[in-house]
């Protein structure tokens, strides 16, 4: 079964820094890859998503991710964080074909300071 | 808007007394799923529906029940809750359509609490 690890639980950043935010999967076959986004009171939301092709992926709000097949990788970036990106982030994988279910990992807290 | 429902957003209930959470649905997806979700852990998938068939997690407790009457509801079930069963319960939906596309649209959870 595919697992996936989030090293960084907890992430404080100021308004302007940027963000990295890793994400490795263990699965040695191919995989859909996704960021999901979850702010304070709201509901889980896709952020972006790989399933093929360029593998910097770009998705809402300015955020993108590198898929890094050797490094079995998916790590989150935006340039200039924003208060208003304080959430929790959760990578998650899937095995490609068919229907496969999707492995969450334990997410990261990101809280950005005024 | 097409939306994932979930009712209630808060239940309390006591130990061992039946709850049923409940989720609708109006994007007409063909897959349902209930996850887990504990304070500082990844969402925890228990069980899923592919249309009407359901699909159960080999780790998911028999506790654990769950009804889909119809494309539009699912239903979980706790048949004798304990107090390891508090957590956020998630519902999401996706449409699958054979290719293995599969993101997910989620609900906006029922916070369970065992007393």
């Known amino acids: 079964a595919q697992s996936v690890s989030q090293h960084n639980h907890h992430v404080i950043l100021s308004e302007a820094a940027s963000l990295e935010l890793g994400c490795n999967y263990s699965y040695g076959g191919t995989v859909n890859l996704f960021w999901y986004v979850q702010y304070p009171g709201q509901h889980l939301q896709l952020l972006l998503k790989?399933?093929?092709?360029?593998?910097l992926v770009k998705g809402i709000k300015g955020f993108e991710a590198e898929f890094i097949k050797s490094k079995f990788s998916f790590n989150l970036r935006k340039p200039s964080v924003q208060w208003s990106d304080t959430a929790e982030y959760f990578c998650?994988?899937?095995?490609?074909?068919?229907?496969?279910?999707?492995?969450f990992g334990t997410g990261t807290k990101l809280q950005v300071i005024p | 808007d097409a939306m994932v429902i979930q009712n209630p957003r808060y239940q309390v209930t006591q130990f061992g007394k039946p709850v049923t959470l409940s989720c609708s649905q109006t994007?007409?997806?063909?897959?349902m799923y209930w996850y887990q979700q504990k304070s500082s852990q990844a969402p925890k998938l228990l069980f899923h529906y592919y249309d009407k068939d359901f699909n159960n997690e080999a780790d998911t407790p028999d506790n654990f029940q769950s009804r889909r009457p119809n494309t539009s509801f699912c239903f979980l079930d706790i048949r004798s809750p304990g107090l390891g069963d508090a957590a956020m319960y998630l519902c999401?939906?996706?449409?699958?359509?054979?290719?293995?596309?599969?993101?997910?649209?989620f609900g906006p959870g029922t916070r369970l609490t065992v007393l």
């Open positions: 994007l007409n997806h063909n897959v």
């Open positions: 999401a939906t996706s449409r699958e359509i054979g290719g293995g596309y599969n993101e997910q649209f």
């Open positions: 790989y399933f093929s092709g360029d593998p």
């Open positions: 998650a994988v899937q095995r490609s074909g068919g229907y496969q279910k999707v492995t």
